[in-house]
């Protein structure tokens, strides 16, 4: 088949503000809606581990099974090994891959899953091709995306409008869709899906350590990552906006009354038998 690489950036990257954030997710966190269906002695794919925490999740709950964890940032699999390591899961290996160009058989996984990625890709459709094509008959994709478009919070912010304004546009710029919770059943069915269980699912943020956690994440991100660098070299922002908007994110954790609600998009996709 034709191998179309990816067209998106990954407009986060990696710097410890971003990980601060992809560590903390767990199988139960992030991939509750996928739990119930899986067995013992399935093998897994997780498309687009980065540190791999959830990957690991996923392998203790397939004892009798394995869970490969791939990623396009080849350095990002060094954190993910090991955390493998650190929590002694032996049945789980890494690599570097494309999700537009997988390097595996038809029908070689019983599950792909892929968390907080159809958001960043040039082609969602053909990338949910793609994991369709290596799962096999009766197996299931299970995918999860946040949509920017539908968080909210309170109080209300000019600062947080501004964020959310901003991140919308470097993002797009990137060649991804931020929005991308909404849209997953969509992809799925443009994808060649016809068995697609859609389900949401949310993160809130409220207690003063949510709130001094989350804040300060977005606050250091704003500034010092990756997406610091795009917003101002693609003429989005300047680094006094980035800068205002990052005061904005540190005076809302402040808030006793601060609330931050994050909705996330779900698909359950099973593979005709």
Not at 55 to 62: E, G, I, P, S
Not at 143 to 153: I, K, P
Request: aromatic share 8%; net charge negative.
């Amino acid at each position: 088949m034709p191998k179309t690489r990816e067209t998106a950036v990954y407009t986060h990257g990696h710097h410890e503000s971003v990980l601060r954030s992809h560590t903390w997710r767990t199988a139960a966190n992030s991939a509750g809606y996928l739990l119930g269906a899986l067995k013992p002695h399935m093998k897994i794919l997780d498309v687009g581990c980065g540190p791999g925490t959830i990957t690991a999740d996923l392998a203790a709950l397939v004892p009798d099974g394995h869970v490969t964890g791939v990623d396009r940032a080849p350095g990002i699999l060094d954190r993910a090994r090991a955390t493998a390591a650190e929590r002694g899961v032996a049945n789980v290996d890494f690599a570097v891959a494309d999700v537009h160009a997988l390097e595996y058989p038809d029908d070689t996984f019983c599950v792909v899953h892929a968390h907080q990625v159809l958001q960043h890709v040039g082609d969602p459709v053909a990338a949910l091709r793609e994991m369709r094509r290596v799962t096999r008959p009766g197996g299931y994709v299970a995918v999860r995306d946040s949509d920017y478009g539908a968080m909210t919070w309170f109080p209300a912010s000019a600062g947080l409008d501004a964020w959310n304004d901003l991140y919308h546009r470097v993002a797009r710029a990137n060649g991804g869709e931020p929005d991308a919770g909404r849209r997953l059943k969509a992809w799925a069915l443009a994808a060649g899906f016809t068995d697609v269980t859609a389900t949401s699912a949310t993160w809130t943020f409220a207690t003063a350590g949510e709130r001094a956690w989350w804040s300060g994440l977005w606050a250091d991100r704003t500034m010092e990552s990756a997406y610091a660098g795009r917003a101002v070299e693609g003429g989005h922002a300047t680094e006094e906006q980035l800068r205002a908007i990052a005061a904005a994110w540190r005076e809302w954790g402040e808030r006793e009354e601060g609330w931050f609600g994050v909705l996330h998009g779900e698909i359950l996709c099973r593979k005709e038998a």
